[in-house]
């Protein structure tokens, strides 16, 4: 059951750069990126830690029976929706931008509107399935992307034109005071145990989660890669003037004796997959917490028949992502993941601290 | 169950037919891959963009000489109206994916080159590892040479850039991110290589030296050498000493290089450079194996410390800085606004000290 936890945090890492976390990071390079990275570590690892010692509490429930314990209905069905409103946006910009992505490097030709269709209809296919479903797929996925994804990552690390001394006199301006957006956008890379939320539905009694100094170690590599290759590949002045960062790290790579000469092409397909997962999870926690809203409702992690509600929900998510799309622009899109970052760090820490103070009375009552 | 089954059906099948309007992909045979671009400015007009373009031509045979290519070339007031306007001159749609060179004009890069350079990083079906370099005369003579052994569009050109094909210590290839990073860098200057046209052949053995705007100074052969070795640690290249009049010439084996930037007590600063290199000789008068290596040692180092001088002294003297000795000084000191500051007074009077320790592995032959 271990692993099944840190599928997540490992996918939630990788998928930073979907989310514009390396240009937010990169725009404050000089004022405080690397100190709010350390910060976000901190933060990142503390809330990893509380949250896992809550979901442990509980094993076999998910978020909202937790909260059902402790709370009214009144009080629990707000939350719930808000937080399935955080799960959405997140899985949204993902997809947006990655449909904004294949229309920009792939085939400048398409819509995007078209692609991002394309992709919803997947996603809502994926979104509608069974928990355990969705925690299969996302176990596959991962396994057959992740060996060529690190392998991308060496490569770059490694390659004779990355200039070091352009990462080094980056971090160098470590003596900066941290700042609330680079902290947020940092910590969101540390943001995967989240998702547990819902699959902790599928956790067994007395279930231990081992390895968590995992959640730490993996994560801040994948930080210091996210933030320094790039720098590495264009310098400390012209890094900041690209948006797609990690896309055109990746096309400053060869292979010059693989199947496909320029590494952009593998790159894409593989966070391709691993968009697809992440807002397939994503959407499929959206729908589980709104359909906790229901009193009638019993969480089923293996059902056979998918309920109607299911496609209903995941349909009006695909529609939405696609009304933004046609509404809103690049420039639109950066500032709206911005924002939600800062508001996902306020929001995971309410909700994880409010979690573990109850827990906390919850023992304690349970004890006397 | 059944009924469910025909609803999404309903809601499915109507979407997948959204899509089969087409999705605008051209296939291959209607598409023109240009393999190579040039940007000139015209001699009688400075103001606006000369653009060539060298499109390949599919054919059937591969064999030396058989590669065709179409050029076209057209003047117009911004690059981006000229590609348009080449494109109402051809039946196919230009491709830029297969790109490998941008070749600017020695007439743009001796004037301003960032517009150039603008069009090239916005662009996004531009690679960012196509080749960059300066065509002389000017990019047009370059891009409309067909070399006669070419076995099929623009190998030639990408082979000789390239490190699949020759590896000379002359060429230095410098790929479009890499020269764009260089060109708003603080610290470090672009350097771009050169290419002539002499008969039906490229000739790419001068390195021109870049400041942000335009080109600045150029290396003969000779320097290209030198800051091949010491830039990029070409392994395939030579040192020579003379010694009574007779040129020895050591083939390199082994080379690696390292500076530190040294504060003097009395506030001046001192570049210390140590070079090692270790070769087999190449060319030499008969007795060198039997002569005292050491003193031979001593010869070249003095002959390369002389040269590497020579050259470091000259792009000081060009305000330029191609090996990033302003970017390794931010990055060993404080990151503040006041380190660049420091460095913009420090490398005018930046003083050289250039050690070279060259071993000689072997003679080729004993006598």
């Excluded at chain 1, 809550?54 to 707000?78: C, D, H, N, S, W």
């Excluded at chain 1, 991962?142 to 352009?166: G, H, Y």
């Excluded at chain 1, 930080?223 to 797609?244: A, C, K, N």
């Excluded at chain 2, 470090?188 to 050169?194: H, S």
């Amino acid at each position: 059951m271990n692993r099944y936890f840190y599928y997540n945090v490992f996918l939630g890492s990788m998928l930073n750069l979907m989310l514009y976390v390396p240009h937010i990071l990169i725009k404050y390079r000089y004022n405080g990126a690397i100190s709010s990275m350390l910060v976000a570590v901190a933060i990142g690892t503390g809330l990893a830690y509380l949250f896992t010692t809550v979901t442990q509490a509980f094993p076999g429930k998910g978020l909202p029976e937790i909260l059902y314990i402790f709370f009214p209905r009144a009080i629990v069905i707000p939350i719930l929706l808000f937080l399935a409103a955080m799960w959405y946006v997140a899985s949204a910009i993902a997809i947006i931008a990655y449909a904004v992505l294949i229309n920009r490097f792939f085939n400048p030709d398409t819509s995007a509107i078209i692609v991002l269709g394309l992709l919803t209809l997947v996603c809502i296919y994926g979104a509608t399935r069974s928990t355990l479903s969705v925690m299969f797929m996302m176990e596959m996925g991962l396994i057959i992307n992740t060996p060529l994804i690190l392998f991308i990552l060496m490569k770059s690390v490694r390659s004779e034109n990355i200039s070091w001394d352009a990462i080094r006199t980056i971090a160098n301006y470590w003596n900066q005071m941290p700042q609330l957006t680079p902290i947020a956008a940092a910590s969101y890379i540390f943001t995967g145990y989240i998702n547990f939320s819902i699959y902790n539905r599928l956790t067994p009694p007395n279930f231990r989660l081992k390895f968590r100094w995992m959640i730490p170690v993996f994560c801040t590599v994948i930080m210091l890669i996210s933030f320094f290759v790039p720098i590495g590949f264009h310098g400390t002045e012209t890094v900041v003037h690209y948006i797609y960062l990690w896309s055109v790290t990746s096309d400053s790579l060869i292979m010059n004796y693989g199947f496909i000469e320029r590494v952009i092409f593998v790159f894409l397909i593989l966070y391709l997959n691993l968009t697809l997962i992440y807002t397939t999870s994503g959407w499929h926690q959206a729908i589980e917490m709104i359909k906790s809203c229901f009193p009638s409702n019993k969480p089923d992690v293996d059902q056979r028949e998918i309920p109607w509600i299911n496609w209903a929900i995941a349909t009006l998510f695909a529609i939405v992502s696609l009304l933004y799309l046609h509404f809103f622009d690049e420039k639109e899109s950066f500032k709206l993941a911005s924002a939600w970052l800062v508001l996902r760090l306020f929001a995971e820490a309410g909700t994880v601290f409010l979690l573990f103070g109850m827990t906390l009375r919850y023992r304690r009552k349970s004890s006397l | 169950m059944r009924q469910n089954k025909l609803i999404q059906l309903a809601i499915v099948l109507p979407i997948l037919l959204a899509t089969l309007s087409g999705c605008g992909f051209k296939d291959i045979d209607k598409r023109f891959f240009v393999v190579a671009a040039g940007i000139d400015r015209p001699v009688n007009n400075p103001n606006r963009y000369l653009v060539t373009l060298k499109l390949a031509v599919p054919s059937p045979k591969i064999e030396p000489g058989s590669a065709k290519a179409q050029v076209e070339s057209v003047e117009a007031s911004t690059i981006a109206e000229a590609v348009r306007l080449i494109k109402s001159r051809v039946d196919k749609e230009l491709d830029f994916g297969h790109c490998k060179l941008y070749l600017l004009g020695d007439r743009l890069s001796s004037q301003y080159y960032p517009d150039a350079m603008d069009w090239i990083s916005r662009r996004r079906d531009i690679q960012n590892v196509a080749y960059i370099a300066i065509g002389r005369p000017d990019a047009k003579t370059v891009i409309e040479m067909n070399p006669p052994t070419e076995r099929f569009p623009g190998n030639t050109l990408f082979l000789q850039l390239g490190k699949d094909g020759t590896e000379s210590a002359y060429i230095v290839p410098v790929f479009s991110f890499d020269f764009i990073r260089k060109a708003q860098e603080r610290g470090i200057d672009p350097v771009l290589p050169i290419m002539n046209k002499e008969k039906e052949e490229y000739v790419i053995s001068k390195l021109a030296l870049l400041n942000k705007n335009k080109t600045v100074a150029t290396l003969s052969p000779n320097e290209t050498e030198i800051y091949n070795q010491i830039s990029h640690h070409m392994k395939k290249s030579t040192v020579t000493a003379t010694i009574n009049g007779q040129s020895l010439v050591l083939a390199v084996n082994k080379i690696s290089s390292r500076y530190r930037i040294v504060k003097e007590a009395n506030g001046s600063h001192i570049l210390k450079m140590k070079i090692y290199i270790s070769g087999i000789f190449e060319e030499a008068p008969l007795g060198v194996y039997s002569s005292n290596w050491s003193k031979l040692e001593q010869k070249f180092n003095e002959h390369y410390e002389a040269e590497a001088n020579h050259l470091l002294t000259k792009i000081q003297q060009a305000e330029v800085d191609p090996f990033g000795f302003g970017l390794r000084y931010r990055a060993t000191h404080a990151g503040s606004d006041q380190t660049w500051k420091a460095w913009l007074s420090i490398y005018p009077q930046l003083k050289f000290e250039i050690k070279a320790n060259i071993k000689i592995d072997g003679t080729g032959i004993s006598d």
